[in-house]
């Protein structure tokens, strides 16, 4: 069966650099940057950076190499996918998982997305000027989450770029986007490292970071950083599987991926170097939580030296982050539609993402008038992103290696593979690690949240 042989034609990628920008900008986001240092700063620091990139070197590359080879293999959006390699089967289910996941997460995406864009505005206008106090700063923050309008309003915008860019399409919206963003993004962040590092007292946040204390390991931080591996590389839902999608026959998978698994660790270990130093030269406590990057970081920048500009440049890498990773999951929902309900792009893109902003707004209101309103214990925001984050992400994973290890056959996905020259030794162990230790992993971190 030709699987690729639609009667329109798929796009596609224009070129290697360009899908390897996207992917990396997909999986570049605000887990990088906002999650990754408040829960490193949480979770004890150095020994938690190790169990994080096993994690993601064990368990999220197999994984993200098995996306890659069904998205190519089919040519499809997750659910035409899994349909074409296993029709009339269950697991098409994993693929609508992954739609609903992908819907899900940009509905609260959207919400911190939006708030990255209000911070580059307020950094702009000089409106956070005045903070003595990390206290000043998280309630300056803690106003501004609860205004009803002004963060439907960020949320809008934040929404309203993430479609003006993919109803341009792969090629020339995503791909172009990606590959003027992600260069700026690493600039910004090496000029933010450098202002970091030589602040006085920068080396104890350094210290804090890279020293491991392994006392501080124990299941909880294993689930946690596992978690995290997933929502960061943006895999279990069909992300990368789409993106691969779009990639022609002759890039080569195992390195593409190999690249965007170091890319986006890289930049989550740089962030971590910019944040920790710069959180303890101001004499302020790491363990704040997820309001680390809102409400502590305004209050550093706004101590040291250059501190506006600094702020400005920050909250525009965040932003920059958050539109290619927010881009990346409307184009999963919008590539559903378009393969398997033959929706024009155009359609697609404005009636989902209209549903998707909708969909959002009591997220938003978590912080402000619906605050109050708690099922057990959790607003809507925080129950929209457990649902997404630590249950459908880590499950579409195991379910994806399952599927590739068990039942469609590391054969055809190795035949796949290995269209393009690929080392042997490394397709043995990448067998090896989807077979066995990726489902293994993600089954006992369920198990471990059951108990
Ligand atoms: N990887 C993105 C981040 O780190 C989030 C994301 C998850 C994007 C899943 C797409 C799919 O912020």
Not at 98 to 111: E, N
Not at 255 to 264: E, G, K, L
Not at 335 to 348: G, L, M, P, T, V
């Amino acid at each position: 069966m030709d699987l690729s042989n639609h009667k329109y034609k798929r796009e596609a990628w224009n070129s290697r650099l360009g899908f390897i920008m996207a992917a990396s900008g997909s999986a570049v986001g605000l887990g990088n940057i906002w999650k990754f240092p408040y829960i490193v700063g949480q979770n004890g620091g150095g020994a938690f950076v190790l169990v994080y990139i096993f994690c993601t070197l064990a368990v999220g590359l197999p994984i993200m190499l098995s996306e890659f080879t069904i998205g190519r293999k089919t040519k499809l959006n997750p659910v035409g996918a899994f349909q074409a390699l296993k029709p009339n089967s269950h697991w098409v289910k994993v693929g609508y998982m992954g739609v609903l996941a992908g819907f899900l997460i940009l509905s609260f995406y959207g919400v911190v997305g939006g708030w990255t864009l209000a911070y580059v505005i307020k950094a702009l206008t000089h409106t956070m000027t005045t903070f003595s106090s990390s206290n000043e700063a998280g309630e300056f923050f803690g106003t501004f989450i609860s205004n009803t309008w002004e963060v439907l309003f960020y949320q809008a915008l934040f929404m309203g770029i993430c479609v003006g860019i993919v109803l341009r399409g792969v090629q020339g919206g995503i791909e172009k986007a990606c590959k003027v963003l992600m260069p700026i993004l690493v600039v910004i962040l090496v000029i933010l490292m450098f202002r970091a590092l030589t602040l006085p007292g920068a080396i104890d946040g350094v210290e804090f970071y890279l020293k491991p204390d392994f006392s501080k390991i124990g299941p909880q931080t294993i689930l946690i950083a596992l978690g995290q591996a997933f929502f960061s590389l943006s895999l279990g839902m069909g992300c990368m599987l789409t993106y691969g999608s779009y990639l022609s026959d002759q890039e080569n998978l195992a390195s593409a991926t190999v690249y965007v698994v170091i890319f986006d660790t890289m930049i989550a270990l740089l962030v971590g170097m910019v944040i920790f130093p710069a959180v303890f030269a101001m004499g302020l406590e790491p363990t704040e939580g997820p309001s680390l990057v809102f409400s502590v970081l305004p209050a550093v920048f706004f101590d040291m030296p250059f501190g506006n500009v600094v702020s400005i440049i920050f909250f525009t890498l965040l932003a920059i982050a958050a539109i290619t990773s927010g881009i990346s999951l409307l184009e999963v929902v919008v590539a559903y539609f378009i393969d398997q309900r033959k929706w024009s792009r155009e359609k697609a893109v404005l009636i989902t993402s209209a549903v998707i902003f909708a969909f959002g707004v009591p997220s938003s209101l978590s912080f402000g008038i619906l605050s109050d309103v708690k099922l057990f214990g959790m607003t809507f925001f925080d129950h929209v992103d457990n649902i997404a984050s630590n249950y459908l992400l880590p499950l579409g994973g195991m379910l994806t290696a399952i599927f590739i290890g068990w039942i469609w056959g590391t054969k055809n996905a190795e035949e796949e593979i290995k269209k393009n020259k690929t080392n042997p030794h490394w397709i043995n162990i990448w067998r090896f690690l989807i077979c066995y230790i990726s489902p293994v992993a993600v089954f006992f971190v369920f198990c471990a949240k059951f108990i």
